[in-house]
């Protein structure tokens, strides 16, 4: 691939790799890559030359441009050849106005992206699409890579087995033993990937992951590979063209990795460097009370950051005590005048369940973002009148057992406060009409 993007640290010491090296880190001080492009190059087409672009390709219905992440190839992986891309049609997912749930949160404007009405049922599609891209393309030009590996909370996983699945690379999947749900697991199974189930939580999956990608010929498919980034950060860039080139007031998501985080600033970031907006939105990042670390690390002015234990969360995509895209996200946060929430299991639960009584079908980890957008609205960090956004990172459905036992009132600990069981009853009209 020439030079139109490349690897280079986060932390500015200014090596530079070709995209298609098998290289995650960097080798002089360890930090993360970051894939950066050549922004004059891109300059060359103006912002409104880019927006009409941008709006032709919404409209394309085949081929590669039919893919909400690769409508933007240009900003994503320029120099990839389309017959490499390997694309279930991401992204494009609905921007969705929610005035009932709205009113009743006290947000007048309120919006929710629906990045889980996608392949796999999550936002992980959008990354996963470039990764998969990029390895299929290198394994064509001669690559050694004999299959791809990930650590997941279980939508990651889902993502790379059903990609890996459709270029025919093999996939290797380490999932923390019963920490993910049985649709998420189930998922890379149907796909064929190699599942093993280990006995410890996503950070220990993250730790093993990181050693046996050392080999290079397993190919390391979690969000530290900088690939998955640029498919992700395309979601702040949909989400200003679906409301016509305007930017909301605030972009809310829950966090884990951080990597979502990053991914969305810098998408932000270069649609304003490039003049298509002339300002940013402020972006929240929300996170269970038992999975913090970046919450702690927001209430004292990111001078102190310290991993934790994560404790067990029914939001569990973002359990995770040790995340990866740190220091990737404080640099978001700081551009983006963010704030950092974090909610209870209890008020998470509730919230998905009134978020559904008007007709959606929240993730726990939805709830986590939609019930710290309540608490900043409490709070008056957002106003009443601004307009928010809200990420709605998977599909409801990747979580029954949650949302049965929700309904049940079997959730442990917790106040349920909109649940409704069916009502067992015999067969006759009558016994119908006296249950109505
Ligand atoms: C992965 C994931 C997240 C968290 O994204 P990070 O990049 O890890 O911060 C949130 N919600 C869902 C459903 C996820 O799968
Ligand atoms: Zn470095």
């Known amino acids: 691939m020439n030079e139109q993007s490349w690897l280079e640290c986060i932390r500015g010491c200014g090596v530079k790799h070709a995209i298609d090296e098998v290289i ?89 992206k629906l990045c889980g009405n996608s392949h796999t049922g999550s936002f992980k ?53 019963d920490k993910v749900s049985p649709e998420q697991l189930i998922q890379p199974l149907a796909n064929g990937a190699k599942v093993l189930s280990l006995n410890t939580d996503f950070d220990g999956c993250m730790r093993v992951v990181q050693e046996l990608t050392q080999d290079p010929s397993i190919y390391l498919a979690n969000s530290m590979n900088s690939l998955r980034m640029e498919g992700q950060k395309t979601v702040g860039i949909e989400i200003v063209q679906q409301f016509g080139w305007q930017v909301p007031d605030w972009i809310i998501l829950p966090a884990g990795n951080l990597g979502n985080v990053s991914a969305l600033g810098k998408g932000l970031l270069l649609m304003f460097e490039l ?12 996170q269970a ?64 369940a009134l978020a559904d009584r008007s007709g959606l079908y929240c993730c726990p980890q939805t709830g986590v973002a939609l019930s710290a957008a309540q608490k900043l609205a409490v709070q008056s960090v957002i106003k009443p009148h601004e307009r928010v956004v809200v990420i709605s990172t998977a599909n409801g459905l990747k979580f029954s057992q949650m949302k049965t036992a929700y309904h049940g009132y079997r959730l442990k600990d917790i106040q349920v406060k909109y649940g409704n069981a069916p009502i067992e009853i015999e067969a006759s009209m009558e016994e119908v009409f006296r249950n109505l």
């Open 24 to 112: 995650y880190q960097c080798e002089q001080c360890g930090g993360l890559l970051d894939v950066e492009h050549d922004v004059d190059a891109l300059k060359q087409r103006s912002a409104i030359e880019w927006k009409e672009l941008f709006e032709q390709r919404a409209a394309v219905r085949s081929g590669p441009y039919a893919s909400g992440v690769w409508a933007k190839k240009e900003w994503v992986c320029s120099q990839l050849p389309l017959e490499d891309i390997v694309t279930f049609y991401e992204g494009n997912t609905p921007l969705l106005n929610v005035p009932t749930l709205g009113k009743q949160i006290g947000l007048s404007d309120l919006w929710v």
């Open 125 to 177: 599609d959008l990354g996963m699409t470039v990764l998969v891209s990029v390895v299929n393309h290198m394994i064509k030009l001669g690559s050694p890579i004999r299959a791809v590996a990930c650590a997941s909370t279980g939508d990651t996983s889902a993502a790379l087995a059903a990609y890996a699945a459709a270029a025919g690379i093999p996939a290797i999947i380490l999932l923390p033993h």
């Open 275 to 286: 003049g298509l907006i002339d300002h940013l939105p402020r972006i929240a990042c929300a």
């Open 289 to 352: 009370q038992n999975a913090n670390p970046f919450y702690l690390a927001y209430k004292n002015g990111f001078k102190q950051y310290q991993p934790v234990v994560a404790q067990k969360s029914t939001a569990s995509a973002i359990q995770i005590g040790a995340p990866v895209s740190y220091e990737r996200a404080v640099k978001v946060m700081q551009r983006f005048d963010g704030v950092v929430e974090q909610v209870s299991e209890e008020d998470l639960a509730n919230i998905c």
